[in-house]
């Protein structure tokens, strides 16, 4: 059920950028409501059990978690800014390396914080994915890399029960964390920013 919801958050993101494009008031209240929700989750539930479980170290997968979609974001700005195709390729990987990890977020052994996080996320997600890739690669484009993330997300989700399996205790601390990171860049930057 929450590969679907956050399928369905994904593909609603496109529809809300659409028609909240129009109103700028209801997409910043939707950006904040956004916002405030998935730093609640992060903050009273995920942050706590990843330090209770992994420690001090923790820290440092947040910190790791917040840079990464930094760099994506960086590798994504550089190739609409030259169309480099190794640029492009690099961050169309990152881009799925992490909707495989939103998979494996959404199970139910990861914890229903993390899942709920997720799939609230998926709502700027789908907004920033639509306005960063349909005015630089068209429409066409836009539907492959929907179509992709929607996969890699599937992929995460049916084989992380495996992973979940194999994983102790503090490696899923550790993930979470990382997880939390990239939800905390959501939550400090929003959907559509510059880190200047």
């Known amino acids: ?18 028609v909240a494009g129009e109103h700028r008031i209801s997409r910043r209240l939707l950006d ?3 916002v405030v929700s998935i730093g609640f989750i992060i903050v009273a539930h995920i942050i706590p059990a990843a330090l209770q479980e992994a420690g ?8 790791l978690g917040i840079a990464f979609p ?13 169309a480099h195709l190794v640029i492009v390729a690099l961050a169309a990987f990152g881009l799925l390396t992490h909707a495989l990890v939103d998979g494996v977020a959404l199970l139910p052994e990861s914890g229903t914080g993390l899942a709920h996080a997720i799939i609230l996320h998926r709502l700027p997600v789908g907004m920033a994915l639509w306005w960063a890739v349909r005015p630089n690669f068209g429409i066409t484009i836009s539907i492959i ?10 992929a995460g989700y049916l084989i992380g029960e495996t992973i979940m399996e194999i994983a102790d205790m503090r490696t899923i601390a550790m993930f979470q964390a990382f997880v939390a990171g990239s939800l905390i860049h959501v939550v400090i930057f929003g959907v559509r920013h510059h880190h200047d």
């Open 1 to 18: 059920m929450t590969f679907i919801l956050s399928t369905a958050a994904l593909l609603l993101g496109p529809i809300i950028y659409a």
């Open 56 to 63: 001090n170290l923790a820290i440092v997968v947040i910190l």
């Open 70 to 82: 930094m760099l994506l974001e960086r590798l994504f700005r550089k190739a609409s800014d030259t």
């Open 32 to 34: 904040g409501l956004i």
């Open 145 to 154: 890399v929907f179509s992709l993330v929607i996969l890699a997300t599937a």
